[in-house]
């Protein structure tokens, strides 16, 4: 074990190289920049880079994460979905107020986003679920996540009777599943740098208009 702890200790960061980021040529909306910094992860072969550490917190006040993927952006917010009853629907329930993390170490850059999440109508809600794997959507049918799980044996029964339930009625959708809009309020840029002379811009909401700082790395 301190084999591990030494290899924990001694681990390396922020290699590089990294790209340069030149605050004086972005543009005027988080959402422009988030496409722009997207395509350039893309574009440089960063593994799932739609994926994503949201974070809740629950009705005691403790807060939560987990990584799950970004359905979409647009002018309007960035988008994921989960079940009502999981344990981060609930929480959401709850209390509205999440963040977003996007992390991608290949090439330095952080994006943190701030915002509410809102619940998208039934329609639409319907419409992701049913653009979900066959194997996706019958697991959330079970409608058993985060409950715990006595038997591998009982989770292998239930998802082979969802799967043949969802042969004979291929297009059933889970009343729990939704799609969440998060409207940011803040969101943050984060590139890193060797030399730890990081590179941090923040927009940030005034007055129903974007404003962009600077801010010590």
């Known amino acids: 074990m301190n084999s591990v702890r030494n290899k924990i200790q001694n681990s ?16 005027y909306t988080p959402y422009e920049l988030f496409l722009t910094w997207f395509q350039f992860a893309f574009d440089h072969d960063i593994h799932e880079p739609h994926a994503m550490t949201l974070s809740t917190v629950d009705k005691k006040g403790n807060p939560d994460s987990r990584v799950l993927i970004l359905k979409d952006v647009d002018e309007e ?3 994921f979905a989960t079940s009502t009853i999981s344990e981060k629907g609930k929480q959401l329930q709850t209390n509205s107020n999440v963040s977003l993390n996007f992390y991608w170490s290949l090439i330095g850059r952080q994006i943190r986003i701030r915002g509410n999440a809102m619940k998208m109508d039934k329609k639409t809600n ?39 339930n969802l042969k ?11 799609l969440y809009k998060v409207r940011a309020n803040e969101v943050e840029f984060w590139q890193a740098d060797e030399k730890r002379q990081h590179v941090r811009l ?16």
Do not use: C, H
Not at 202 to 217: D, P, T
């Open 12 to 27: 390396k960061t922020l290699i590089g190289p990294f790209p340069t980021f030149e605050v004086q040529d972005t543009p």
């Open 77 to 79: 917010g960035w988008y």
């Open 126 to 164: 319907m419409q992701d679920f049913l653009n979900r794997g066959k194997v996706a959507r019958a697991i959330t049918l079970i409608g058993k996540q985060s409950s715990i799980l006595e038997k591998q044996s009982d989770f292998e029964e239930a998802l082979s009777t969802q799967l043949s």
């Open 168 to 178: 004979d009625n291929p297009v059933e959708v889970s009343d729990s599943w939704a």
């Open 202 to 217: 923040k927009y940030f909401l005034e007055g129903g208009n974007w404003v962009k700082k600077q801010l010590w790395a």
